[in-house]
DNA sequence: TGGTGTGAACAACTTCACAGCG
DNA sequence: CGCTGTGAAGTTGTTCACACCA
């Protein structure tokens, strides 16, 4: 589908995602035309950056018009891969990882947890309130494999994501979103994403320290 | 305490962040002394950047030597401002934000919530296992000058966020740690960092849909 | 000798400014 | 006429290469 082979900056990649759920917005308050100059303030970008992130993918726009709300949106959720649900495993299943079983947002957009992994004796086998029953660890390759998974996300403490990220590669699976606080590796072929909370917090304790 | 006043790149912050958990894990671990190169290996960047990120605060490294594991994450925690502690205010308990209260990394680091509110009436006053009491919203802005709250961290739903945030700036509090997977506006002088999951997943189903 | 600190070269990303088209 | 698409300019961030010093 790309119209240019080349290679897309990263961070043309986040504001994709960015403006997908402001088109989402603008869909549901029957926005039909938007121009680059409101999708940019609504996004809080240049408009000029929203019009060469575009190009990287295609012509979606109408000169002296704008963008069809519901024709860009399809394009960047194609774009993307939101044209067609993916299965995620979680591993990892304290606080945190209970409360991303749950968690709405990812399941309007597509993605859906299929599989919940602990290694605690006391957790194996309680369903969760997203009618998701937790398995032993002992049996991740087997179930990501027969269901499908395309995605794990680990939510397990620092020590033992290393271990679980190899693990999830041997299934093999080739997305893994991590929440614990730690930096590894990953083979060549597999796309890490970390979510940092801890670092944010740390940028958060910079600016107001050094200001 | 910079050496340069001039700006420094977010990157560089971000990285410190990095660097500075290195740095502990090396100090557990007994290691006295370590090269940029080493470094570099263990926190996944390049070596040159590391003296770069170094020089934008002062010169803490031995030539032919390396640098001194303590002396260097004493340096680095108090560039954060990790050298004393940060109170928190919770915003939103449901599901994620219950997860965030007995989140033990952040308390490790010197992040306390000392606060924690929410507007159903059903969670008023329920204690929660960090031996945190759930207050009403409408109590918020008192109760953070009370307490010297100095960040907000906002779990709650997207359509509440903007209104919590306007309350949070009215504190005044100065940084602003946001879950909600929405973008928003604040003052000027108000610090905002996102925490984006949704995104990370999308830019994961990107890269798994292009290659 | 070995590893830091740093100016200079390089690479990446962003913004400008305007041609081109509906 | 208005707004997109885009080369070119500008800006920012990264890496190199080596002087310098313990």
């Not at 986040?14 to 029957?30: D, H, I, V």
Request: net charge neutral; glycine share 8%.
């Amino acid at each position: 589908m790309p119209n240019r082979p080349g290679r897309v900056p990263p961070a043309t990649v986040t504001r994709l995602s960015l403006y997908a759920r402001q088109l989402e917005n603008l869909k549901s308050s029957q926005v039909s035309v938007i121009s680059s100059d409101r999708l940019a303030e609504l996004c809080h970008v240049n408009p000029a950056q929203i019009r060469k992130d575009l190009t990287y993918f295609g012509e979606f726009g109408v000169r002296g018009v704008g963008y069809y709300v519901d024709e860009l949106l399809f394009q960047i959720h194609k774009i993307i891969g939101l044209n067609h649900p993916w299965n995620l495993a979680l591993v990892g299943l304290g606080n945190l990882g209970t409360a991303l079983a749950c968690y709405s947002n990812f399941s309007l957009r597509g993605y859906r947890f299929v599989a919940a992994f602990d290694n605690d004796p006391h957790k194996i086998g309680i369903h969760l309130d997203c009618d998701l029953e937790i398995e032993p660890v002992d049996r991740l390759i087997r179930i990501c494999r027969e269901r499908e998974v395309k995605i794990g996300a680990i939510a397990t403490p620092a020590e033992k994501a290393q271990e679980v990220a190899d693990l999830l590669t041997k299934v093999p699976i080739k997305g893994i979103l991590n929440f614990a606080p730690t930096q590894y590796h990953v083979k060549e072929g597999v796309y890490l994403a970390n979510v940092d909370f801890t670092g944010k917090l740390d940028e958060l304790a910079y600016h107001l320290t050094s200001s």
